[in-house]
């Protein structure tokens, strides 16, 4: 089945920094890329996606690349603030009808 | 257009109890996915029903758990006889169109505690 990693699993930048979490995954057939955010007590909620005829996918601060021939995508965050402080979970999809989801890397901006 | 409902939004049962959650898609879904997730952990994925069918229940329990998506009505995951080891936070997630491809809406989550 579908593996999926995260790294790192913490991640602690100074606000104003960038913060980029790779995500590395096994199937080949997976065509949907999301990251997710939850921050503590809440939901999960999407903050940005991309599918596979797109290498890299950009809003306002926060963006996603992907390199389908390495099996890997990023979240990359710039110019952190407080309110960035979560974590964020990859969740791959496509070879199914499943997300799978990454362990979490724990975001922690510094002020 | 009223988001992802979970009810209740916290649920306290003593051991060998039943507990029952309830699910409300987003309007016009009809997929459902149920994951818990325990203090500090990732999202573990339980059950996947469409209406009034289970497509895929392989990360549920055999034994204690079961899940439903009748054609009126909400979504329900059923534990029966609880124990500790229950006790963790239970949140549903719709799509408009199968999971894998689409984006999934979480509810609020339940947060079942089991004394």
């Known amino acids: 089945g579908e593996n999926v990693e995260q790294h790192p699993s913490t991640l602690s930048v100074q606000e104003g920094d960038s913060a980029v979490i790779k995500c590395t995954y096994s199937d080949s057939a997976s065509n949907y890329f999301p990251w997710y955010k939850q921050e503590l007590g809440k939901r999960p909620q999407l903050i940005i996606d991309i599918r596979s005829n797109v290498g890299e996918k950009k809003d306002q601060r926060i963006a996603v690349t992907l390199n389908k021939t390495a099996k890997h995508f990023s979240l990359h965050i710039t110019e952190t603030q407080p309110e960035d402080s979560a974590v964020y979970f990859c969740a791959p999809g496509g070879g199914n009808y499943q997300l799978i989801w990454g362990a979490g890397t724990k975001l922690i901006i510094k002020p | 257009n009223a988001g992802v409902m979970q009810n209740p939004r916290h649920l306290v049962r003593r051991r060998g109890q039943e507990a029952r959650l309830r699910c409300s898609p987003m309007?016009?879904?009809?997929?459902v996915y149920w994951y818990r997730q325990l203090p500090e952990e990732g999202l573990k994925f339980m059950v996947y029903?469409?209406?009034?069918?289970?497509?895929?229940e392989s990360g549920m329990p055999k034994e204690r758990f079961s899940a439903e998506f009748p054609k009126e009505g909400p979504s329900i995951l059923r534990i029966q006889q609880v124990v500790r080891g229950d006790s963790a936070a239970y949140f549903c997630?719709?799509?408009?169109?199968?999971?894998?491809?689409?984006?999934?809406?979480f509810g609020p989550g339940t947060r079942l505690t089991v004394l």
């Open positions: 309007k016009g879904h009809s997929h």
């Open positions: 997630a719709s799509s408009l169109r199968t999971g894998g491809t689409d984006t999934q809406y």
């Open positions: 029903l469409q209406k009034e069918n289970i497509i895929d």
